[in-house]
């Protein structure tokens, strides 16, 4: 081992803990010193890892997928390391090794799972050789940081193609994944969902309507939500691949069921979305060789925390905090919300810092006419861009709050609210958000 190595290991150690006492999740400021001081740091620590590495990129179920993954292979008796908190950067990712090493710099671990953020994967694919890439869906998310969506693809298709060996565990359902895994070279396995499950009432933008191979627009035979479902080009033959891992007798209400593989799943989890999670995170242990017998009992254990329908009880009230981020999100989110036919109130939380994006004119095109519903007894706006979120309901004529301070939103609901609080966050909202709720939690009564 490396002195350079041992010596950014410590360091990194030392400044999560620094951070970590200081009230900040500090993780990417780990990995940002241990790369300053061994830029090699990740080669040298993801080389250590015994079996294999998976990836989960994609724009939305990032976290809870590879959450949910690491879960699996963790109840198949596996040592994994994993990016738990959604750090998905170059320094987040250095930052999981780091963190889970010895001081040393050794790593005691059977595989790794690592949620990667997209742009990203130029820094991380190269360092890391991954052995699987979990393909969760693309989306339009953050024009300002990405771009349009070609753009994401086009990194995407030369990471993938820079790691020949590596299997794609793809959503058949989304042309636009699936394009990528077929057109890659690389071998690939499919999830998805075969017969349409609801009736797809929103209006929403829908990405990838016509086809990567030729540019003829694609025909649907349905749409599960936003452009996942079941398609073909009508004038070169493209069309949506044969499913391996196919959700069959799918039901969503206060738990979500379906089968696969003749084996029926089980979790309770709100949203829709949460089935091609699950689906996508047994498809990644089936494909690595493991019969998943653990896969119900991981999943009646499993939390998803970190803000994705995270659960919190505090002075009799029931909050729900969820992460929506982009269009395709927001609209899965509202759905999850109204499944829920309580009396309820909602706090939306805006902002527009550089990891958000700084163009939120994607708000525009999320169906909040939608939550014009008489079991919302109230919605209040929050945060940096509250005034713009005021607006936009204000468009669909609907009434809302304005209280910039998320805490104190949050503290006027749990006071005179109704008791069911749903708080939808964008993203650097959430990490704060999740710790006023704790420490909400933790206060006495």
């Known amino acids: 081992m490396k002195i350079r190595t041992m010596a950014a290991v410590c360091a990194a150690k030392f400044a999560g803990f620094a951070c970590r006492k200081m009230g900040r999740q500090g993780v ?73 090493s010895g001081l040393g710099g050794k790593v005691d671990a059977d595989y790794a799972c690592i949620e990667v953020d997209e742009a990203s994967t130029r820094h991380v694919f190269p360092a890391i050789k991954p052995d699987y890439m979990v393909m969760t869906n693309l989306f339009r998310d ?48 499919t999830y998805g969902i075969s017969k349409p499950v609801m009736k797809n009432e929103t209006n929403e933008i829908r990405e990838g309507r016509f086809c990567k191979c030729c540019g003829e627009r694609l025909i649907y035979s349905f749409y599960h939500y936003s452009q996942l479902g079941d398609y073909k080009c009508p004038k070169c033959g493209f069309a949506r691949p044969e499913i391996q891992y196919d959700a069959d007798d799918v039901k969503v209400d206060d738990q979500i069921s379906f089968r696969v593989e003749g084996r029926q799943i089980t979790a309770n989890y709100k949203g829709f979305y949460n089935v091609y999670n699950i689906l996508a995170a047994y498809a990644g242990v089936r494909t690595a060789g493991f019969a998943a017998e653990h896969f119900n009992d991981m999943l009646k254990r499993f939390n998803p925390e970190n803000g994705r329908m995270e659960q919190f009880r505090i002075r009799g009230c029931g909050v729900t905090l969820n992460l929506a981020k982009n269009p395709a999100g927001f609209n899965q989110n509202i759905s999850a919300v109204m499944q829920d036919k309580n009396p309820k109130d909602i706090i939306i939380t805006i902002n527009d810092n550089a990891q958000d994006g700084t163009d939120i004119s994607w708000l525009w095109d999320v169906d909040f006419d939608r939550l014009r519903d008489e079991s919302i007894k109230s919605i209040t706006v929050s945060g940096i861009r509250c005034q713009d979120m005021r607006l936009r309901m204000k468009y669909v004529d609907i009434p809302s709050m304005l209280e910039g301070d998320v805490e104190k939103a949050i503290r006027a609901r749990i006071e005179d609210g109704v008791g069911n609080l749903y708080v939808l966050v964008n993203y650097t909202a959430l990490f704060s958000t999740r710790n006023i709720l704790k420490r909400m939690e933790g206060e006495k009564e």
């Not at 400021?29 to 015994?50: C, F």
């Not at 596996?78 to 999981?96: D, E, R, Y």
Request: charged share 20%; aromatic share 4%; with cysteine.
């Open 142 to 189: 953050q024009l300002d940081r990405y771009g349009e969506i070609d753009i994401t693809m086009n990194i995407l298709e030369e990471m993938i193609r820079k790691v020949p060996k590596m299997k794609v565990i793809v959503n058949g359902d989304d042309a636009l994944s699936a394009y990528l895994a077929m057109d890659s070279g690389n071998e690939f396995v």
């Open 28 to 100: 990417t400021w780990a990995g940002k010193i241990a790369l300053k001081i061994d830029p090699h740091i990740l080669e040298e620590l993801s080389g250590q890892v015994r079996e294999k590495i998976f990836v989960v990129c994609g724009t939305n179920g990032k976290t809870t997928t590879n959450n949910m993954l690491c879960a699996a292979l963790e109840a198949e008796g596996k040592k994994v390391i994993c990016n738990h908190t959604g750090s998905n950067m170059l320094n987040g990712v250095v930052a999981a090794f780091v963190l889970a």
